[in-house]
Every structure is written in C-alpha cells, then in structure tokens.
C-alpha cells in the first residue's frame, strides 16, 4: 500500500505562485510515473502535468510555461510549481502516482486564486 501526502495549497492573488508537494510512503515503493491532476467545481478532473520515472514532463496546454513539474526520486517526492497563477486554476489538486503498475491517489488540496 502507498501512501500519499499533499500540502502546499491555498489562497493567491492572481499572478502570484505556490508551489505544491506531494510525498509518497510505503513499503516495496517503485514509483513510476507521478502527476497532478485538477477539478474545478462542475467540471471533469484533468491533468494537470505529469513526469515519468526518466524525468520526461508533459503539461496541459492551459500551465504550459507557468507551471514546472520536478520530483525528487530520493524522498519519492513530486512538485508542482505554479506561477502566474489565474483566477480560472482555481480547482481542488490531486497527486497522483503509479507504484509499479497501480495507481494511487492523494486526498486533494484547494487552490484558490482570488483578489
């Protein structure tokens, strides 16, 4: 079983930035790909950005340029550095990690971007 643990969300201006974390544990981890994934309300959960295990990054088209994914492949860790930030990513943000072949999910943290 994996654990996943998120912090780092919150409340920012619009053009201000956050920078959220999401750290897995367990026993037997071999941690492939890692991603974030959001959901505003009404609307479908999307990817966000994503890093396989040989660091290669994919973004939504909508944080290209503003948002960098990273992870640290030591404390099985993965980043999300948000930049620039828009009143329309505002959304609940989930980690989201593939342990081997199966896939895991964090509880979600709340950015709000808002004056």
């Known amino acids: 079983q994996v654990q996943l643990v998120e912090s780092g ?14 750290a897995a544990s367990g026993r037997n981890l071999y ?8 959901q505003a309300p009404g609307k479908q959960r ?13 973004y939504a088209g909508s944080v290209k340029g503003r948002f960098t994914i990273s992870r640290d492949y ?12 828009k ?7 989930y980690c989201n ?3 081997y072949l199966s896939e895991y999910w964090g509880q979600g943290t709340q950015v709000t971007v808002s004056s």
């Open 97 to 99: 990690v593939y342990n």
């Open 74 to 85: 030591v404390k099985n860790t993965v980043y999300l550095q948000m930049t620039s930030l």
């Open 9 to 22: 969300g919150g409340l920012v201006q619009p053009g201000g930035s956050l920078r959220l974390s999401c």
């Open 46 to 58: 999307e990817l966000v950005a994503s890093i396989t295990r040989g660091g290669g990054t994919n």
């Open 87 to 93: 009143p329309e990513d505002t959304a609940v943000y």
């Open 31 to 38: 941690v492939n790909a890692m991603g974030w994934y959001r």
